[in-house]
């Protein structure tokens, strides 16, 4: 009922920057957080940053200071973007978007959603 389109991922030389797009579409009433996470081969997904419907943001400690995390509330898309990046930050990135749907559920509430997009690579070279 939700649907995530992501892109922007590449291949970029050390030091390069890229910039990831997430745009929400579908059965939205409302979107509370939206964030970005990676993932290794055989590693677990891990956060990178997230933001929410007031604006308030938190980063993985390795990503401080170099990525910046943004939303445009107006078209439900969240920005992730990345500069001096570095080999280290080679992974498939994922946008992960939590809100509540249009369908009323059976307490009455809107129900509950969390979402996760296709996964984009970013590949960085020494």
């Known amino acids: 009922q939700v649907r995530l389109v992501e892109s922007g991922g590449g291949l970029v030389q050390a030091g390069g920057s890229l910039r990831l797009s997430c745009a929400a579409s579908g059965s939205i009433f409302n979107i509370n957080a939206m964030g970005w996470y990676r993932q290794a081969p055989g590693k677990q997904r891990e956060l990178v940053a997230v933001i929410t419907s007031g604006g308030s943001t938190n980063y993985a400690d390795s990503v401080k200071g170099r990525f910046t995390i943004s939303r445009d509330n107006a078209k439900n898309t969240v920005y992730l973007q990345m500069n001096n990046l570095k080999p280290e930050d080679t992974d498939v990135y994922y946008c992960?978007?939590?809100?509540?749907?249009?369908?009323?559920?059976?307490?009455?509430?809107?129900?509950?959603?969390?979402?996760w997009g296709q996964g984009t690579q970013v590949t960085v070279s020494s």
């Open positions: 992960n978007v939590r809100g509540r749907l249009t369908v009323i559920s059976k307490n009455g509430d809107h129900a509950d959603f969390v979402s």
